[in-house]
């Protein structure tokens, strides 16, 4: 049987989330798209919208929960840099869920684009986090 897997990492300003040797991981790109990357990748490197990373190791799914970021793949593997990421039940929803509202007020009161959208990716980033986090057991 072929050896199928491959290095990724992921990186976050404060740690290293994940490094492991895994089979395949679906991000979604800032157009949107998803896209799935499995070994021998062509080498490429795409900006990372926030939401979900999933990751397959050892033939089962795991997702993690990322804000923006970028993802860059090479001979040696696939690196993910996000400005933060967890895991669903590492979320407290009701930080989550304080920082959705300062990130809508900040939206309605952005004075210029710079500042709207930055706001927009503070917002992304929060309902990211309680979009994710739902479904999981969050016992703190």
């Known amino acids: 049987m072929a050896d199928n897997t491959f290095v990724f990492e992921i990186f976050t300003p404060e740690y290293s989330f994940f490094n492991g040797t895994i089979e395949a991981f ?24 926030p939401g979900v990373v999933k990751i397959k190791k050892d033939g ?3 997702e993690a929960i990322s804000s923006e970021g970028y993802m860059q793949i090479s001979s040696k593997g696939a690196v993910l840099f996000a400005r933060t990421c967890e895991w ?9 869920e304080r ?20 706001n927009q990716a503070m917002l992304a980033r929060a309902m990211a986090r309680l979009r994710n986090s739902r479904t999981r057991s969050n016992i703190k």
């Open 60 to 62: 089962e799914w795991r």
């Open 26 to 49: 679906t991000f979604t790109a800032q157009d949107g798209g998803e896209w799935t990357i499995l070994k021998d990748h062509e080498p490429m490197i795409a900006v990372l919208q």
């Open 88 to 96: 669903p039940e590492d979320v407290d929803r009701n930080r989550a």
């Open 99 to 118: 920082a959705r509202q300062q990130a809508e007020e900040a939206l309605r009161q952005s004075h210029s684009q710079a500042e709207f959208r930055a």
